[in-house]
């Protein structure tokens, strides 16, 4: 992505900041798994957002003082001992080409500079922090470490929430932000398709995520969150990721899945007959979820509250299981279909969100009406990631083929 992104994030980051204060984000680190082995590295999105940068231990300091922006870019020193062993650092030049930011300097001189800028006569009145604000139980990390610090030695210091004006700036997405998300899922359709060439009974669900994950390692990619596929009676648990059974013959394999594009996700489901033949019961389920799926991208347009696109599939299911007699009261609806009917999609899989959940304009979002028939061991989801446009609804996943009749052609 060209540099200017960046740059123009944290202008208008800066734009939204109060006066006199100071923004600090940290990349993150990977943590420690066991012995010397740590997980593999995620970089925080909002530093990723606003930088382009996708390293450890670095962190990003935006001061507004008086009117006037300036930025500061703390980044590991160079250490050829640490080089041997774990690669090539990033250098103060190539930090600079990647981010725009032009003030490189030290990150193990941050405490000092920082507690200096907070004790000068220049110092801000806030400063500003990540805070999810999820649950009590939100994980004690840099920003955690850094509010206690501040309200020990700092008492009087105002300390605000980032999370709000990133969410205003993260919603909206740029043309640049749309191609990589398209990008993602073009992985995904490619990866799909070769698990469809290779489906069959007798596979185990781990070998067909297998298919799917090597799909993405040659395509430089890898998946943008634990790769679920549940076959038969699996199908009806939303986030199954165990993997371990048989596919045996006659059941559909929900695959819930999705890659990444520097750091843009994609979130596709799709549900396929193992042998490549729906029988007829479950073309009848799986021809009412894609109808849903239209009603969905019907009811979405700019202004839309999610709860009424929500209600909108909820209402179209109470008609459409009342017609097959598998219900007869609208209530019964949340027995068979107990999730919402999407989210926002970006950076993060679910990806900020506004607080009165109405869509605007260059929201990207994602489309996933299912069916979950424990009983009969059918659970059949559909899932599209959609661009909310002025003009309408862009499916930006329409060439993932999705009908009865294109998957059985397909699978021949």
């Known amino acids: 992505m060209n540099r200017d992104f960046f740059i123009n994030n944290r202008k208008k980051f800066a734009e939204l900041m109060e006066d006199n204060s100071t923004a600090v984000f940290f990349s993150g680190n990977s943590p420690r798994k066991s012995g010397d082995q740590t997980y593999l590295f995620s970089v925080d999105r909002n530093f990723f957002y606003l930088t382009g940068i996708d390293r450890e231990n670095m962190i990003l300091l935006i001061n507004k003082i008086a009117g006037k922006v300036t930025e500061l870019l703390y980044i590991p020193p160079v250490d050829e001992v640490f080089e041997k062993w774990n690669g090539i650092l990033l250098r103060k030049e190539e930090a600079i080409e990647l981010s725009g930011v032009e003030s490189i300097q030290d990150v193990g001189d941050f405490k000092t500079q920082f507690t200096k800028r907070l004790c000068s006569s220049n110092r801000p009145d806030n400063v500003y922090i990540v805070s999810y604000l999820v649950s009590e139980d939100e994980s004690y990390d840099e920003y955690r470490k850094l509010s206690h610090w501040l309200r020990n030695q700092f008492p009087a210091m105002k300390i605000l929430n980032s999370q709000d004006i990133l969410t205003s700036l993260r919603c909206t997405k740029s043309e640049e932000e749309v191609e990589e998300i398209k990008t993602a899922i073009g992985y995904t359709k490619e990866a799909l398709e070769f698990v469809m060439k290779n489906l069959k009974p007798g596979k185990f669900e781990y070998q067909v995520r297998a298919d799917f994950e090597y799909q993405l390692m040659l395509r430089n990619s890898k998946p943008s969150f634990n790769t679920i596929g549940a076959s038969g009676k699996n199908a009806v648990i939303l986030h199954y990721i165990d993997l371990q059974d048989k596919i045996k013959d006659g059941d559909m394999i929900l695959l819930d899945l999705g890659a990444l594009s520097n750091n843009y996700a994609s979130d596709i489901t799709r549900t396929y007959p193992a042998n490549g033949k729906f029988t007829q019961r479950q073309k009848e389920i799986y021809d009412i979820v894609l109808e849903a799926q239209e009603v969905t991208m019907d009811a979405m347009h700019v202004g839309a509250l999610e709860t009424d696109v929500n209600g909108a599939v909820k209402a ?6 009342k017609a097959i007699n598998l219900i007869r009261d609208d209530s019964e609806v949340d027995k068979y279909y107990y999730h919402g009917v999407g989210h926002p999609l970006g950076l993060d899989v679910h990806d900020v969100a506004r607080r009165d959940r109405i869509m605007q304009e260059n929201n990207v979002y994602t489309v996933e009406p299912g069916l979950y028939i424990k009983e009969e061991g059918i659970g059949i989801r559909i899932e599209d ?25 397909f699978m021949k």
């Open 385 to 409: 990631d959609v661009w909310v446009t002025k003009n309408g609804v862009v499916n930006l996943s329409k060439d993932i083929i999705k009908t009865t009749n294109d998957i059985e052609n």
């Open 316 to 321: 179209f299911y109470a008609k459409s299981l």
